[in-house]
């Protein structure tokens, strides 16, 4: 498939009239609806208000790609528009650009979805590509592009494509002061938990920090109810929180990634179970670890 192939020339907005990324947004999704492209256009109306992605890409100066995982379609659908003059991005208003393409897909397309963003992305970092979209004057000269015809999407990743190797690991006699602390250093979210032979056993994220790491030693629940440190503390004779040993806190259950299973393995898993990140095991060993924004950054990484 070719990225011709995801864009109509009725999806195309030229010019695109709009000062900000939301509100360009919300007029391709009014061009989309309007050509019987959305099935629910409400339900996308309220998706672009409320829940704005985590993962916008933006591409230089040049382009913003809002991007969105949602019901209201009922296949993969884009929408291109080309501004006489620069749109602000909300969160910075520093960075401008001229095109935006939007990109919305149900969440059994996930794989798809991923792949198409990543498309976009790098055709644009082309810049005769960009400059040909500025010049467009019609949305057949958009849709007609050579560089879009030119571009295919990528094949069929796997994990072992994707993944960050050489996972940084806790072990279980870590204590919760030490993995909050190496957290922070390495700029992550969580830590996989292993024995000494590198094997799985649980997992610590910042869920399990923000349960245990707080001020005080005592913690209200849904409740509204206090609950006292547990009795393991008191058996230590001590209550701070930060010398909990990762294995009392950590999470047993944890979904893993095999090195071979496909990029849409890993987008159902991701849509399906709310999980976006991984770690990646051979017989029960860590190998790597796999989050979405390693997948965002291989898909739109240049071709090598």
């Known amino acids: 498939m070719k990225l011709r192939d995801v864009l109509k020339a009725e999806h195309v907005l030229v010019p695109l009239r709009a000062s900000t ?36 890409v933006s591409v230089g100066e040049h382009a913003f790609l809002p991007h969105f995982r949602s019901e209201a379609v009922r296949s993969l659908v884009t929408a291109v528009g080309i501004a006489p003059t620069p749109i602000r991005w909300e969160k910075d208003p520093h960075r401008t650009a001229r095109i ?40 057949e000269q958009v849709a007609t592009l050579a560089a879009l015809e030119a571009t295919e999407l990528p094949n069929q990743l796997t994990v072992r494509d994707v993944m960050t190797p050489h996972a940084i690991t806790v072990g279980p006699e870590w204590t919760l002061g030490e993995a909050a602390r190496l957290m922070v250093e390495q700029d992550i979210r969580a830590l996989p938990v292993v024995d000494d032979g590198g094997s799985l056993i649980g997992i610590v994220t910042h869920r399990e920090l923000l349960r245990f790491l707080i001020p005080s030693f005592i913690q209200r629940t849904k409740t509204g109810e206090f609950r006292a440190p547990s009795r393991s503390q008191v058996l230590r004779g001590s209550a701070d929180p930060q010398l909990i040993p990762v294995r009392e806190a950590m999470a047993r259950s944890v979904l893993c990634l095999a090195e071979d299973q496909t990029l849409a393995d890993v987008a159902n898993l991701m849509s399906g179970k709310d999980v976006d990140r991984f770690p990646v095991v051979r017989e029960g060993v860590v190998v790597g670890f796999l989050t979405r924004a390693d997948v965002i950054r291989r898909l739109i990484a240049p071709d090598t």
């Open 21 to 56: 990324v939301k509100e360009a947004t919300e007029r391709l999704a009014e061009r989309l609806s309007t050509t019987g492209a959305v099935a629910d256009p409400q339900r996308l109306t309220a998706v672009i208000r409320h829940t704005w992605p985590e993962d916008m």
């Open 100 to 139: 935006v393409i939007f990109i919305v897909a149900p969440l059994r397309d996930a794989a798809l979805y991923l792949q198409v963003v990543g498309a976009f992305a790098r055709t644009l970092a082309d810049p005769d590509t960009v400059l040909a979209l500025l010049a467009a004057r019609t949305p």
